[in-house]
């Protein structure tokens, strides 16, 4: 949520410049999941961000157990990878 409030996103969607805006655009991303999976029958899974705090090796496996794909011990080392994300103010 910090991330989305201190970057200007160039898609065309400004909500996340005021504290107020950012959390209605989120209840309501959360409203339209819920809507979605009580009417379609979706492969979700979901994933709480304090959980992955709490507990990151459990949460990463669940995740890729749920993708399909297999555990890699460096998935909790991701922060030695050289590769990085661009912020989103720099990509393009």
Excluded at 41 to 64: F, G, H, K, W
Excluded at 72 to 83: G, K, T, V, Y
């Amino acid at each position: 949520m910090v991330s989305a409030i201190s970057n200007h996103f160039t898609h065309g969607f400004f909500c996340s410049y005021a504290l107020e805006t950012a959390a209605k655009h989120y209840v309501r991303v959360m409203d339209l999941v819920q809507h979605y999976r009580a009417e379609m029958a979706l492969r979700y899974l979901p994933v709480r961000y304090e959980d992955i705090v709490d507990d990151q090796e459990n949460s990463v496996r669940a995740v890729l157990d749920f993708v399909g794909a297999e555990f890699d011990p460096r998935c909790l080392s991701f922060h030695e990878n050289r590769r990085y994300a661009a912020p989103p103010a720099t990509r393009r």
